[in-house]
């Protein structure tokens, strides 16, 4: 069974810097995109940033392309995102997500949530 868990989330003020981890358990993830996405109550569910697992070739939203990095650890099985210079309007609840590469667009797997709330 497939498990994405993510964490790090917390309140940070704006300029600061947070890291979330997602953790990854099931399946062998060599073959996935790895996703980061957020979601704000009342907006649609909007995508960060994705990483592939085998090459660690990255994408970015606009929004956050030069202050958001993603990357990935084979050993911890864990996809991360460090975010920095960070906004009030980067306040979501921040999903991480998994698709097989070259498959369809649409992320199979899903992790609960975590809340990242900027200040000003």
């Known amino acids: 069974q497939v498990q994405l868990v993510e964490s790090g989330g917390g309140l940070v003020q704006a300029g600061g810097s947070l890291r979330l981890s997602c953790t990854a358990s099931g399946r062998t993830f060599s073959r996935y995109v790895m996703g980061w996405f957020r979601q704000v109550p009342g907006k649609e569910r909007e995508f960060v940033a994705s990483?592939?697992?085998?090459?660690?070739?990255?994408n970015y939203a606009d929004s956050v392309r030069g202050r958001f990095t993603t990357s990935r650890d084979n050993a911890k099985n864990t996809v991360y995102l460090q975010m920095s210079s960070l906004k009030p309007e980067d306040t979501a609840v921040y999903y991480c997500?998994?698709?097989?590469?070259?498959?369809?667009?649409?992320?199979?797997?899903w992790g609960q949530g975590t809340q990242v709330t900027v200040s000003s």
């Open positions: 990483i592939i697992w085998s090459t660690s070739t990255a």
């Open positions: 997500a998994a698709r097989r590469a070259g498959g369809p667009a649409a992320y199979d797997y």
